[in-house]
C-alpha cells in the first residue's frame, strides 16, 4: 500500500466511522471525538506499523469500538449528574441545516431507522457493552468474532448481549407508519398547537401519550416526563401562552418528521415523536441549548 493510497482509504472510512460512533453514543460532537481520537492513534503509528495492517478498516473499527465504549461508561457517569432527563441529540437532515449550512458529505450522519429518536432512546437503556454488540452485530453486520474483539468478551457472551438488547428493542418497536401518514399527524399537531385547540391536541395524543424534555439545566423545562394526553395538551397550551410568537416549523429529525420551535428568530426546541395507531405516543423535546447548535440560525 503506497502512502498516496493508503491515505485515500483511511480518509474514506470516516463517514461510517462517524455513523457508527454517533449510533454507539448518541452525540454528534462525541461522535467527532472518537473518530478524530481513531484517527490520531492510526496516524501515531510508523508507516511500518500502518504497512503491517492487513485491513485498516477494520483496524480503524476496532479502535472506533472501544473508544466509544470507553466514553459510554465515563457517559453514564456523567448522565446521572446531569439535570433533568437526558435526550440524545437531535440530527437535521442536510438538506435542512438552518442558515444553508452544509456539512461535508464526510461528516453526514446517515438517517434511517437506526437513528430515529425511539431507536436512541432504547439504546440509551441499554449497557455500554450491549449498545455496542448490538450497533456492530445488528445494525453493521459485523461477525460475533469480531465484536468480541472491541467489546473485550467472548463471541458467546457477545451474542447474549446482542440478545438481550434486542430483546428491548423488539419490545418497544412499533409498526412503522408510511411517511406521509406521520407527516401528516405532525402537521395537524403543528396546527392544533398554533390554535391552541387543546381538544384537538388531545385527540391527535394516544390517551397514555408520554412527553419528555432536555433541558440540562441550562433553560426552564419540565424536569420529569409529562404523561397522558390531557396533562400533555395542557402543558403545550401553557408553553403557546408563555412564549408568544414562538414560530413552529415543520423539519425533519432524526430521519423522520419533527418540529422546531423558533422564537425571535433562534431555535428553542427540538422535537422527535413516536406513533402508533394513528395517534402521538412519545414526544422528545430538545431544548438544551449545547444540543442544538446544528439547528441554529445565522
Not at 472510512?13 to 471525538?33: C, K, N, Q, T, V
Not at 437526558?86 to 458529505?105: C, Q
Request: proline share 6%; glycine share 8%; aromatic share 6%.
Amino acid at each position: 500500500m503506497n502512502q498516496e493510497a493508503g491515505t485515500f482509504t483511511i480518509a474514506g472510512e470516516r463517514r461510517r466511522l462517524i455513523d457508527l460512533s454517533y449510533r454507539l453514543l448518541g452525540s454528534p460532537a462525541e461522535a467527532e471525538d472518537a473518530v478524530q481520537e481513531t484517527f490520531a492513534r492510526w496516524y501515531a503509528m510508523s508507516r511500518p506499523q500502518q504497512e503491517a495492517i492487513e485491513t485498516p478498516g477494520a483496524w480503524l473499527t476496532t479502535v472506533a469500538g472501544r473508544v466509544c465504549l470507553d466514553m459510554l461508561g465515563s457517559a453514564r457517569a456523567r448522565r446521572e449528574r446531569y439535570v433533568g432527563e437526558w435526550i440524545p441529540e437531535p440530527l437535521p437532515d442536510h438538506r435542512e441545516w438552518a442558515g444553508g449550512r452544509a456539512a461535508d458529505p464526510a461528516d453526514r450522519i446517515t438517517l434511517d431507522e437506526s437513528v430515529n429518536m425511539a431507536f436512541l432512546v432504547v439504546l440509551e437503556s441499554m449497557t455500554p457493552a450491549e449498545r455496542v454488540a448490538f450497533i456492530l452485530h445488528d445494525v453493521f453486520r459485523y461477525p460475533f468474532a469480531e465484536v468480541a474483539e472491541i467489546v473485550g468478551r467472548s463471541p458467546a457472551a457477545c451474542r447474549q448481549l446482542a440478545s438481550s438488547a434486542r430483546r428491548r428493542i423488539d419490545a418497544t418497536r412499533a409498526p412503522a407508519a408510511p411517511a406521509a401518514q406521520q407527516a401528516s399527524l405532525v402537521r395537524n399537531f403543528k396546527l392544533a398547537w398554533e390554535a391552541k385547540d387543546i381538544q384537538a391536541l388531545v385527540g391527535l395524543l394516544d390517551p397514555d401519550a408520554t412527553m419528555v424534555s432536555d433541558g440540562g439545566g441550562l433553560v426552564g423545562t419540565v424536569l420529569h416526563p409529562v404523561v397522558g394526553s390531557e396533562d400533555i395538551a395542557a402543558y403545550l397550551i401553557h408553553i403557546a401562552d408563555k412564549a408568544p410568537g414562538l414560530t413552529l416549523l415543520e423539519r425533519t429529525v432524526n430521519g423522520v418528521p419533527g418540529l422546531v420551535a423558533q422564537h425571535s428568530g433562534s431555535t428553542a426546541t427540538v422535537a422527535a415523536f413516536a406513533l402508533a395507531d394513528g395517534r402521538i405516543t412519545h414526544i422528545w423535546a430538545i431544548r438544551n441549548p449545547e444540543k442544538l447548535r446544528a439547528w441554529t440560525t445565522t
